[in-house]
């Protein structure tokens, strides 16, 4: 090997090394985003839900620190009275996205999973904007979850 080579091969193995930096680095943060959100979520958490029928539903959510919830949704405004929903499953965070996996429903005894894209999440507020599933029908309104307890 010539004293000419030697140079070139250390360039390589030092940009080699600054670019598996970079990857690695990128990976981490993205898995930090998803693992601080994840610390985010035990508590209590509500939303009001409008639909374009002009119903409405009131939601209210408790996150267990493993990421399984229950939840209660109540639909006030009802023609034949007030009804309650309740559920059950499990929330995990992957990718910038919330998947809900309903393990439970007093509706139905269907397992369903839901994609929500998280568009912001702090310590307060958790805002998502679902996947949409042909059949499904959604709230109009955008989805503000609100943190009501730690």
Not at 51 to 76: F, H, K, M, Q
Not at 90 to 107: P, Y
Request: net charge neutral.
């Amino acid at each position: 090997m010539n004293h000419c080579q030697v140079p070139a091969l250390v360039k390589f193995t030092l940009l080699l090394f600054v670019l598996l930096l970079l990857v690695t680095a990128c990976h981490r943060h993205a898995d930090s985003a998803d693992e601080q959100i994840r610390r985010q979520l035990p508590g209590i958490w509500t939303f009001d839900a409008r639909y374009a029928d002009g119903n409405e539903a009131l939601c209210r959510v408790t996150v267990a620190p493993d990421g399984s919830y229950s939840s209660t949704i109540t639909l006030p405004h009802r023609t034949n009275g007030s009804r309650v929903i309740n559920m059950e499953g499990a929330f995990r965070v992957e990718d910038g996205f919330l998947i809900d996996t309903v393990t439970n429903d007093s509706q139905t005894n269907a397992s369903m999973t839901f994609r929500s894209r998280i568009l912001r999440a702090n310590d307060h507020e958790l805002i998502l904007e679902d996947e949409k599933i042909p059949g499904v029908v959604y709230a109009t309104n955008t989805i503000v979850f609100r943190k009501q307890t730690r």
